[in-house]
């Protein structure tokens, strides 16, 4: 994926409100609250993960894992690299 793209994204990443997280979740069938989401992104914003850095992506599973549980933490991670196999 080009740089400018993967900048793009985690910028946005950086900015999420939880209505966006929220929409963008039921968008891609994601079983979430708006309380989780508000709370994920209550977490995420501001914090510059780079989701395309090893280190970013462990930082946002152990996010994930707190708010929402191992197992669905593990199928966002899935969907999350079947979404980066398409654009690499």
Known sequence: MHPVIQAMINQKMNQVTGKELFEQAMRFNI??????????ANRV???NIDLFHPD???KLRA????????DAASALDQKFKEMLAKYQ
């Open 56 to 58: 970013g992506q462990t």
């Open 31 to 40: 079983p979430v609250s708006r309380t989780q989401s508000e709370r994920i």
């Open 45 to 47: 914003r501001g914090k």
């Open 63 to 70: 996010i994930l894992i707190d708010e929402l549980g191992q």
